[in-house]
């Protein structure tokens, strides 16, 4: 039934979020938009010619989608901050200590430190330049 889930995030400001997400070594797989933004893309993934920008991720086998538009959606949600952590991606490491690091050197927030929990998982919080919650999980031996 199911073949494959993705996320799609609207976001505020497309280059902004593409330098968060490319500093995670997320990995495009697809790219849309305006010819300007596409030049970055340009013979390293497939493209499309758009109204408006976005940038499709595979992590294995999930897709994850950010984009300043759709077609489909209001242009002033694109705006807005996400105010609430009711929803958060889990994004599955080797090393929290790496993560942690990179995002300190390059001044990003921490909104929680990396803790150990019971079940056996080191994890660290923290939000996107959108304010999406990502918990970035490591499985402790």
């Not at 280059?15 to 968060?20: A, E, G, I, V």
């Not at 013979?43 to 758009?50: D, L, M, R, T, Y």
């Amino acid at each position: 039934m199911v073949k494959q889930f993705g996320i799609h995030l609207k976001v505020k400001d497309i280059n902004k979020s593409l330098k968060f997400y490319r500093l995670l070594k997320l990995k495009p797989c697809f790219a849309y938009g305006k010819k300007s933004f596409l030049k970055q893309f340009k013979n390293k993934v497939p493209v499309a010619s758009e109204k408006y920008n976005g940038v499709v991720f595979e992590i294995n086998n999930t897709l994850f989608e950010i984009a300043d538009g759709h077609i489909a959606v209001k242009s002033n949600v694109f705006k807005e901050k996400i105010q609430s952590p009711k929803i958060s991606a889990m994004i599955y490491v080797s090393s929290v200590n790496q993560i942690l690091k990179l995002l300190k050197k390059n001044n990003y927030k921490i909104s929680v430190f990396p803790k150990i929990y019971p079940w056996g998982t080191k994890e660290l919080v923290v939000k996107d330049p959108d304010g999406f919650v990502l918990v970035f999980i490591e499985k402790l031996k």
